[in-house]
């Protein structure tokens, strides 16, 4: 008993079956996390290491390569970048997509831990993160206050929100920026500590070891056992003041107030923040590479609306960024465009059936089959994102075909004259191999995909899975819904005419198979001819695709923009601050500019520019940056340049480049730079490098040192200590935790005469100026030096308006001439790495598809011949792609060659149902010729209608243009063009390649006749012309 037999005497059960199905797919759907796109981003682990007044290449060489040789061989790694700047190394480690991070982290503290003791004694303790610093955050939020100053707000920022936020699940990094941070400031009189003799590292030991509580033990006194506790911690900036520092010759007790001014204070500005030109204390948010940005941002504003309450009156906050937000619309947009594709597909089926009935039991397909996909993403933790909801729009149209094929066999059989339930259970059955094998190849094409590497895996294989549920439960619907629902709800009288309507346009009928009927009669009879054609239409779009550009996806367009300010090494803090504000106020002139934020550091700033939604405003991001773009050179001697905010994809050209001698490299870059900038299309080239920051080199005589026996090492951490501060202690006041900082007050570390009088102490006692043992000098150091995989880099980077694999072919014919000296190289690294490694891979997986569907088709049919037939239909698509593509202006990428493996699935079906046709046909003993033309009228009906289902299914996707679109309108594009040109070459190409391989047969044994009775005497001479190609094409 088959499915039809059984769901049309289990009409209950089947009933039942799909209420369970529809129950479970809408608990699930309720339950899918959602997310922008999959999770394909490289996770990281990062080693911080601060090692002060250091400069980068002893960092480099003390710190950054130890680190980089210990934990290069962890598992899974993908790169290894490092930077070594003033004090500081920082080492990122990527690892595969995928990853388990947990066990990752854990390898590397593993490889770390066992050169922890090789690296100097003067390093602080090393931070490990699963965080990029250069990640954008994923929110910014900025807290103003008319009534409040800056700095208490920034106080209740740090003491109140940063920690809070920083604790919600996914966050991996709170960063706060603008308002002074509070400090106990304890500011040294150098003349003072002179005149006593006293270091001020005598100072700072003082101070900590005199702020202390320390349990001392238990007394037992009566009934009570009393804690003994000694009590020293500071209770306030008067007790700090009132602490002795030594005792001097006369008995008296020198205090801290005695050589120092203390005061609670707030330390020098390290940054501004303003929002529309308010000052405002920001806070930078980032997240965990694998967290889920939606997730995260709702137990962010969970935060946030408990933390409003905690705050003072008068203190507002205001969201600068919030990246769900742009990821919510995009979701939004994809789930518009399948509601319309499923809307329309029906659509089509009411105008072409003539009643509501029929067209109402074949669209039950798509909401049983979309909601019933939701049930196994659930279990395998599938994500609702662009590309799974993108899969159910692209298979929105083609969930009907079955249904439309089951019952224009029903209607054929009730034509036979027999009874409804009869005529639904053989109707039925009889297509069910052709239904079957259709869907089959629509399925088998993905499998290819397990052989890609895993970033694209990543990528697409919840859109694949989405694909095929839909498809088997689309299946299983066609074979147990559709025919007990056929059975229940039509009856003959009422069945419709699944052709057209006949008595409202018979005539246009008549007229459209008249029409088809001629044009195929002529295609049949120029069959070569037609042939030739479509060879010459194939090399056509071969040429066209020369003429098509490349990159690696689509990125996600947004109406907000970064203007990035690089300023030279060494600026002052109040020259950058000053540009940023002529900037603030050029930007604010632009009337599509709703939100100015700006982000002020000493040669580094940014502003974050919201535009207004493209529905309020005429012109596009594009068009204000292009006109904003050539004015930015009024604001030298900084180098001002746009980058647009990409969550996926990035417009950008990365180059690396290789070699060891900064200075040679930095030349070269420079150079590189320049070509790149006159290059058509190319805009905000720059370097990622610093420039030598100016800087006054104290060099130690050694023998004078050796004289007093003076180390470089303490003597470097006491002159560090006199000029830029140590925290000497912690200080404690209402639950706060305030860092104390002793330092020189500023008139004695203002001018380089003044640093030349500072005093250090021998192990002796002796106090000794700096000009006694050493010499002042100035210089210009390396800011940063960048590694890549181990080697010495620096990277190149630019905005290109064309396609990334024409701007990498331009940028590589600009350096042809450029000599590069040995050992020193360039590769273009970011998405260009990826894109050639996926179209690699991708071309395969094309290649591998077709062959699993032809191996498909070959066991179907039980032919090597007939499935060659067939796949002519995918030649066919191939000339529509890349028109469409050439049309719409979209180069290829990851999502075209996905819509192409889509494609082969798709485009086969109606060569399956129109081959399968001809072979029933023939083998009730109709002639070849006939059997072809009777069966492509009569499989006419259900192919324009599984076709023009499909079409109109997936026509809102591809002309969709709303900001995210880029990402998921290119996979439509393509599968929308191979459709169309596939289907009418299908129609008309199919039967004449069917005769084709019928006269080569008749030819072949014709000719191998006549060769056995010529040469071996066997048999009749046979005629080797053949009048009329009547012989059947069975079974080949």
């Not at 070891?209 to 804690?227: C, E, H, I, Q, T």
């Not at 465009?337 to 397909?365: C, D, H, K, M, Q």
């Not at 002139?589 to 939100?595: F, G, L, Q, R, T």
């Not at 490098?689 to 006054?696: A, D, V």
Request: proline share 4%.
């Amino acid at each position: 008993m088959g499915l039809p037999t059984f769901s049309i005497r289990r009409p209950v059960t089947i009933s039942m079956i799909f209420l369970g199905i529809t129950v479970l797919g809408v608990i699930s759907f309720v339950r899918l996390p959602v997310e922008l796109m999959p999770n394909t981003s490289y996770p990281v682990v990062t080693i911080n290491i601060e090692y002060p007044g250091v400069p980068p290449t002893e960092v480099e060489s003390m710190v950054t390569t130890k680190v980089e040789d210990s934990v290069s061989t962890a598992a899974h790694l993908k790169s290894l970048e490092s930077s070594s700047e003033d004090g500081k190394s920082e080492t990122i480690l990527q690892f595969e997509p995928g990853t388990d991070m947990n066990f990752a982290a854990l390898e590397v503290r593993e490889k770390f831990a066992k050169i922890r003791n090789k690296l100097p004694q003067g390093i602080r303790k090393p931070i490990l993160g699963k965080y990029d610093v250069a990640d954008a955050p994923i929110m910014i939020i900025a807290c103003l206050s008319e009534t409040i100053q800056t700095e208490e707000v920034r106080r209740i920022v740090d003491l109140n929100m940063k920690e809070a936020l920083g604790r919600v699940s996914g966050v991996s990094n709170v960063e706060v920026s603008g308002g002074r941070e509070r400090k106990i400031l304890v500011e040294v009189d150098q003349s003072r500590l002179q005149s006593y003799g006293i270091s001020i590292e005598q100072i700072v030991k003082v101070l900590h070891d005199n702020n202390v509580n320390l349990m001392a033990g238990n007394l037992d006194r009566g009934s009570f056992k009393y804690l003994v506790r000694t009590v020293g911690q500071f209770k306030s900036v008067e007790g700090l003041k009132k602490i002795g520092l030594i005792a001097t010759e006369d008995g008296s007790v020198l205090t801290l107030g005695d050589v120092a001014t203390v005061r609670d204070s707030f330390l020098e500005a390290a940054g501004y923040a303003r929002y529309d030109a308010a000052p405002t204390v920001s806070l930078y948010i980032h997240k965990e590479r694998q967290a889920n940005t939606i997730e995260v941002c709702q137990g962010i504003d969970q935060a946030l609306e408990k933390l409003k309450l905690t705050l003072p009156k008068g203190v507002r906050l205001v969201m600068v960024l919030n990246q769900s937000i742009s990821i919510k619309k995009a979701i939004q947009s994809v789930k518009k465009s399948l509601v319309e594709g499923a809307v329309l597909a029906t659509l089509i089926l009411v105008l072409t059936l003539g009643s509501i009935r029929s067209p109402i039991i074949i669209a039950l397909s798509i909401p049983l089959a979309v909601i019933g996909t939701f049930v196994p993403m659930f279990f395998q933790h599938i994500t609702l994102n662009t590309m799974t909801l993108s899969g159910l729009a692209l298979a929105c149209g083609s969930l009907v075909d079955g249904g439309v094929v089951v019952l224009d066999s029903i209607f054929k059989k009730c034509e036979e004259g027999l009874p409804i339930r009869e005529a639904c259970v053989i109707g039925s059955e009889e297509v069910g191999f052709a239904i079957v094998s259709s869907y089959i190849t629509s399925i088998v094409v993905f499998v290819p995909i397990i052989f890609v590497n895993q970033e694209i895996r990543l990528l697409y294989s919840g859109l694949a899975l989405t694909v095929i549920y839909s498809h088997i439960m689309s299946m299983v619907v066609s074979q147990t819904l559709m025919p007990m629902l056929a059975s229940r709800f039509l009856t003959a009288p009422k069945l419709p005419d699944l052709r057209w309507r006949e008595d409202m346009r018979p005539s246009l009928k008549k007229v459209f198979l008249g029409i088809y009927r001629t044009i195929l009669a002529l295609a049949i009879r120029f069959r070569y001819y037609l042939l030739l054609i479509v060879v010459l239409l194939l090399g056509f779009a071969i040429y066209l695709n020369t003429k098509i550009g490349s990159e690696f996806m689509g990125s996600m367009e947004e109406n907000k923009v970064n203007v990035n300010l690089t300023l030279p090494s060494g600026t002052k803090l109040d020259i950058s601050n000053g540009l940023v504000k002529r900037i603030e106020h050029f930007l604010s002139a632009v009337p599509e500019i709703k939100s100015i934020s700006s982000l002020v550091e000493q040669n580094r700033s940014e502003i974050h520019v919201e535009f207004l939604p493209m529905a309020q405003r005429k012109r596009s991001t594009k068009e204000i940056l292009d006109e904003l773009r050539p004015k930015l050179g009024q604001f030298r001697p900084a180098y001002v340049y746009f980058e647009e905010q990409q969550q996926t994809g990035s417009k950008g050209i990365i180059l690396d480049l290789f070699g060891y001698d900064y200075v040679l490299l930095k030349q070269l870059a420079v150079s590189i730079a320049n070509k790149m900038e006159s290059l058509p299309g190319f805009t905000d080239v720059r370097i990622r490098m610093k420039e030598g920051r100016p800087e006054m080199r104290f060099q130690v005589d050694k023998v004078k040192a050796m004289q007093f026996d003076l180390k470089v090492q303490p003597l470097a951490e006491e002159i560090n200590t006199q000029m830029r501060g140590v925290i000497g202690t912690q200080f404690h006041t209402e639950g706060e935790e305030i860092e104390t900082i002793v330092r020189l007050q500023e008139k004695d570390r203002k001018t380089l005469d003044d640093i030349s009088k500072l005093t250090v102490t021998s192990p002796n006692g002796d106090q000794l100026y700096l000009s006694q043992i050493g010499t002042f000098s100035p210089g210009l150091g390396p800011s940063e030096i960048w590694r890549k995989n181990k080697s010495r880099m620096i990277q190149v980077s630019g905005t290109v308006a064309t396609d990334l694999g024409s701007a990498v072919k331009k940028v590589r014919d600009s350096l042809a001439g450029v000599d590069f000296p040995k050992g020193y190289f360039y590769r273009f690294g970011g998405n260009y790495e990826k894109m050639m490694e996926s179209n690699q891979q991708l071309t395969m997986a094309v290649i591998l598809t077709v062959l699993l569907v032809y191996m498909v088709l070959a066991a179907f049919f039980e032919s090597y011949y007939q499935p060659v037939i067939i796949m002519v239909s995918v030649a066919m698509a191939l000339i529509g792609v890349v028109i469409a593509l050439y049309i719409t202006g979209k180069p290829k990428s990851v999502g075209v060659f996905i819509g192409m493996i889509m494609l082969t699935g798709m485009v086969v079906g109606p060569a399956i149902i129109l081959v399968d046709q001809i072979n029933l046909l023939i083998s009730k003993g109709v002639k070849q010729k006939k059997a072809i033309l009777a069966a492509s009228q009569s499989r006419l009906r259900p192919i324009f209608m599984t076709t023009a289902t499909t079409l109109l299914g997936l026509l809102p996707t591809a002309l969709d243009k709303s900001e995210g679109s880029n990402l998921w309108s290119p996979l439509a594009i393509t599968t929308v063009g191979g459709l169309i040109s596939s289907t009418i070459l299908t129609l008309l190409f199919i039967p004449s390649v069917y005769l084709i391989f019928g006269d080569i047969g008749r030819g072949f044994r014709t000719t191998l006749g006549w060769i056995k009775h010529r040469v071996l005497g066997l048999g009749k001479v046979p005629s080797l012309v053949s009048a009329e190609p009547d012989a059947a094409l069975k079974n080949h």
